[in-house]
Nanobody, 125 residues
Framework: QVQLVESGGGLVQAGASLRLSCTAS????????MGWFRQAPGKEREFVAG????????NYADSVQGRFTISRDNAKHTVYLQMNSLKPEDTAVYYC??????????????????WGQGTQVTVSS
């Protein structure tokens, strides 16, 4: 069993930055890929960014490429999402997820085995 807890969300103005954190417990963190997803009201949960278990491979949604950076610290069992130049359309609940038994992170939410409870990010214009 893996428990994931996100933190770092909040209310910011457009153009600001936030850093989300997701801390894992329960199993060996370094053996699974991690992803960040988001879900806005009335929309489906969508992929934002993913990172392989060794951090050697990262991938991003086109909408955040160049603005968001995913990273991980396996010693701290934590994955981060640095979000810069935030836009109102980035407003959503952000979730981290763990994908077991795979080196790179999938784009599909159905591939992930465990999810956090989510943290709200609101960007005002």
């Amino acid at each position: 069993q893996v428990q994931l807890v996100e933190s770092g969300g909040g209310l910011v103005q457009a153009g600001a930055s936030l850093r989300l954190s997701c801390t894992a417990s329960g199993r060996t963190f370094s053996t699974y890929a991690m992803g960040w997803f988001r879900q806005a009201p009335g929309k489906e949960r969508e992929f934002v960014a993913g990172i392989s278990w060794s951090a050697g491979m990262v991938n991003y949604a086109d909408s955040v490429q160049g603005r968001f950076t995913i990273s991980r610290d396996n010693a701290k069992h934590t994955v981060y999402l640095q979000m810069n130049s935030l836009k109102p359309e980035d407003t959503a609940v952000y979730y981290c997820a763990a994908e077991l038994g795979r080196y790179s992170a999938s784009y599909s939410r159905t591939a992930y085995d465990y999810w956090g409870q989510g943290t709200q990010v609101t960007v005002s214009s």
